[in-house]
T-cell receptor, first 112, second 111 residues
């Protein structure tokens, strides 16, 4: 079974803090994604990566950056957390283009 | 126009009925289509994928794709209360492109 693991289930951070969200997949998938999910807005893509050290902006990259130093790990970085970044963050991976994405359990981030 | 559109619902059906969930997409070049189920507080899980026009059946679930009309639907036969969840439609426009999700349709199955 594919396993996508996010480092934290719940996180509370203060405004202005630098926040790291980690995601690891164990199935040698090429593609990895970071989404945020908010009520009424659905899943919105922040960044995705189709190879090590490669990254592409999604629909809402502002205020975020990513890192993919190893194939299995994709990190989302909030450079200076703000209250409007309070959300559910979901990591996903897929084997290659056109194949289904598998999701991690999600990280509910609260910025106070 | 949104790239992927779904009726937010809630769609309420009685137990044992057929639930029909619809999704339209804007890009004619789209090639891959997925249905995910998401229970409250949980992450999305894949139910069906479909790539060609027509129907694809898996147990109680049938996905239908019509590229000419740019819609994809999900039928759930013999609906159960455990099917109550939000159903997300996802579309990949072309190879190497992003997977775009609709906002989801909330389904409620009444016992």
């Amino acid at each position: 079974d594919v396993k996508v693991t996010q480092s934290s289930r719940y996180l509370v951070k203060r405004t202005g803090e630098k926040v790291f969200l980690e995601c690891v997949q164990d199935m040698d998938h090429e593609n990895m994604f970071w989404y945020r999910q908010d009520p009424g807005l659905g899943l919105r893509l922040i960044y995705f990566s189709y190879d090590v050290k490669m990254k592409e902006k999604g629909d809402i990259p502002e205020g975020y950056s990513v890192s993919r130093e190893k194939k299995e790990r994709f990190s989302l970085i909030l450079e200076s957390a703000s209250t409007n970044q309070t959300s559910m963050y979901l990591c996903a991976s897929s084997y290659r283009d056109g194949t289904e994405a598998f999701f991690g359990q999600g990280t509910r981030l609260t910025v106070v | 126009q949104k790239e992927v559109e779904q009726n937010s619902g809630p769609l309420s059906v009685p137990e044992g009925a057929i639930a029909s969930l619809n999704c339209t997409y804007s890009d004619r070049g789209s090639q891959s289509f997925f249905w995910y189920r998401q229970y409250s507080g949980k992450s999305p899980e894949l139910i069906m994928s479909i790539y060609s026009n027509g129907d694809k059946e898996d147990g109680r679930f049938t996905a239908q794709l019509n590229k000419a009309s740019q819609y994809v639907s999900l039928l759930i036969r013999d609906s159960q209360p455990s099917d109550s969840a939000t159903y997300l439609c996802a579309v990949e426009k072309s190879s190497g492109d992003k997977l775009t999700f609709g906002t989801g349709t909330r389904l409620a199955v009444r016992p």
